[in-house]
């Protein structure tokens, strides 16, 4: 009787362990699969948002967006060799800090350190766009400051510096130098070439990004119409608070989403 009462609590406490060790393994595979579900999100957003940047001339035939993997030093982003406007979740590519492809089917862009250069110096920076627009570029050829001369554009009242270097930023040392010329700002202009900008979301830097070239066209046209007095910095602070929450950010991000959708036909 002893034998088998012994026999059965050993049987139990076999039990018990197989339901614990199965409970953890469930919850380490639920870890995993969210870990993979938040990949997958992350790469559908960027390859949405590089469509709805191309939409608005923002991205050409080049250009991309990239976001950091929280938690790791891993970093999607969209790839070399696809048409902008026709990207998917499936075409983003993943590499690691040192700009190295670690998965993906397509290649890894020639430019890949303009966003590994940032996240290395940047731990806050969570998502980069690299944009080739014309009127915030127009800024690095005549050196004169963007300043901040609409409401959206107060984001950038601390100064846009330029990175002054003419050609692709493809080597670690030119990624360290765009990082260390963006400093702590929002976004840096490239010399005759375009403009890095960040953001603690996908969604924020999609959305300045918009900003940016918004806020420059108009300057442009400011300056050709009389002369251009940008805001005080209170008056930049003021609007920074009013039109850049979250909830601005995501009416935004909506407001493209929509647009996008609704010039899509059914299929
Ligand atoms: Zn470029």
């Known amino acids: 009787m002893i034998a088998y009462r012994k026999k059965s609590a050993l049987l139990f406490v076999v039990a018990l362990a197989a339901v614990v060790t199965a409970a953890g393994g469930v919850r380490a595979t639920e870890q995993s699969r969210s870990l993979t579900t938040d990949v997958e999100l992350l790469k559908v957003k960027i390859a949405q948002a590089t469509r709805m940047l191309a ?12 976001a950091r993997i929280p938690g790791t030093d891993r970093v999607v982003i969209g790839p ?44 806050d920076v969570m998502a980069v766009v690299h944009s080739h627009a014309v ?75 918009l900003q940016l070239e918004e806020n420059a066209e108009k300057q442009l046209w400011a300056a050709a119409t009389g002369t251009v007095e940008p805001m005080t910095a209170e008056e930049a602070a003021r609007s920074v608070r009013q039109s850049f929450q979250p909830s601005s950010i995501q009416k935004r991000w909506q407001y493209y989403q929509d647009l996008e959708r609704v010039a899509t036909p059914p299929r």
């Open 80 to 123: 070399a060799d696809v048409t902008r406007d026709i990207l998917t979740g499936a075409d983003i590519v993943t590499v690691d800090l040192n700009s190295r492809k670690i998965s993906g089917k397509r290649r890894e862009p020639l430019e890949t350190e303009i966003h590994t250069g940032i996240y290395r110096a940047r731990r």
């Open 135 to 209: 009127h915030s570029v127009v800024f690095s050829v005549t050196k004169k400051p963007i300043l901040p001369i609409s409401v959206h554009g107060a984001i950038f009242a601390d100064g846009v510096p330029t990175f002054e270097h003419v050609g692709h930023v493809n080597t670690r040392d030119l990624g360290d130098g765009l990082a260390r010329a963006l400093g702590l700002h929002r976004a840096v202009l490239v010399k005759m070439h375009g403009a890095a900008i960040v953001g603690a979301s996908i969604e924020e830097a999609f959305v300045a990004a």
């Open 55 to 66: 939409r608005e001339g923002i991205i050409a035939s080049s250009g991309h967006v990239s």
